[in-house]
T-cell receptor
Framework: DAGVIQSPRHEVTEMGQEVTLRCKPISGHDYLFWYRQTMMRGLELLIYFNNNVPIDDSGMPEDRFSAKMPNASFSTLKIQPSEPRDSAVYFC??????????FGDGTRLSIL | RKEVEQDPGPFNVPEGATVAFNCTYSNSASQSFFWYRQDCRKEPKLLMSVYSSGNEDGRFTAQLNRASQYISLLIRDSKLSDSATYLCVNSGGSYIPTFGRGTSLIVHP
C-alpha cells in the first residue's frame, strides 16, 4: 500500500525564495497534518485539515507560511519569502479520526 | 505547562535490560493515545496504540493511567535495534494530536 508521499525529499535554496512542499495523503484518510521538526522545538503541528478544510492553523509561525488542500489527494505548504530560521524537516501525515497518523518521509529544508 | 511531557533522556541501557518511559498529559479529555518510534533522520512510525486495559506486543507493553494522566511504555530484553527516540501522542475531543518531545533510548552492547 502506498504511504504518505512527500516531495521534494531535500530542498536547498537561498533566503527570500519561495518554497513549496507537497504531500499526497493515504487514500481514504480524511485528516491531513503538516508538522515541522527541529532539534530546539521538537515536532510542531503547523496546520491540519479535515475533509480538505483547514481546521486549525494556530501553529503556522507567521504570514509567510500558507497551506492549501485543493482536493483529497493533494496538499501544499508554501513559504514565501523563506528565511534561514525556516530550515527544518517538514513532515506531512494523514489519518482517520482518532486513529494513528501515518507520516511521510519528510522534506529536509535548508535556507541559506 | 506543556500538554504532553516526556523525560528527554537519554536512557543509556545495556542489551537485555528492561527500561520504562512515562509520558504525562494535561488534557483530561484525551481519548486516544499512541507511542511512536523515530530513528535518526527518519519519520515517526507508529509503535503501538495504548488502550485503557493496557496492551502488549512482544517485548513492548503500554499502559494508560487516566487517574494520574500518564501513559507508559515498557521494553523488556532491550536490543541494540531498539535505540531510537520514543514519542508519545494524545488527542482529545477536538482531535488536535499533541506529541511529546520524545525520550531518547540508547542500548549498548
Amino acid at each position: 500500500d502506498a504511504g504518505v508521499i512527500q516531495s521534494p525529499r531535500h530542498e536547498v535554496t537561498e533566503m527570500g525564495q519561495e518554497v513549496t512542499l507537497r504531500c499526497k495523503p493515504i487514500s481514504g484518510h480524511d485528516y491531513l497534518f503538516w508538522y515541522r521538526q527541529t532539534m530546539m522545538r521538537g515536532l510542531e503541528l503547523l496546520i491540519y485539515f479535515n475533509n480538505n478544510v483547514p481546521i486549525d492553523d494556530s501553529g503556522m509561525p507567521e504570514d509567510r507560511f500558507s497551506a492549501k488542500m485543493p482536493n483529497a489527494s493533494f496538499s501544499t505548504l508554501k513559504i514565501q519569502p523563506s528565511e534561514p530560521r525556516d530550515s527544518a524537516v517538514y513532515f506531512c501525515a494523514s489519518s482517520l479520526a482518532n486513529q494513528p497518523q501515518h507520516f511521510g518521509d519528510g522534506t529536509r529544508l535548508s535556507i541559506l | 505547562r506543556k500538554e504532553v511531557e516526556q523525560d528527554p533522556g537519554p536512557f543509556n541501557v545495556p542489551e537485555g535490560a528492561t527500561v520504562a518511559f512515562n509520558c504525562t498529559y494535561s488534557n483530561s479529555a484525551s481519548q486516544s493515545f499512541f507511542w511512536y518510534r523515530q530513528d535518526c533522520r527518519k519519520e515517526p512510525k507508529l509503535l503501538m496504540s495504548v488502550y485503557s486495559s493496557g496492551n502488549e506486543d512482544g517485548r513492548f507493553t503500554a499502559q494508560l493511567n487516566r487517574a494520574s494522566q500518564y501513559i507508559s511504555l515498557l521494553i523488556r530484553d532491550s536490543k541494540l535495534s531498539d535505540s531510537a527516540t520514543y514519542l508519545c501522542v494524545n488527542s482529545g475531543g477536538s482531535y488536535i494530536p499533541t506529541f511529546g518531545r520524545g525520550t531518547s533510548l540508547i542500548v549498548h552492547p
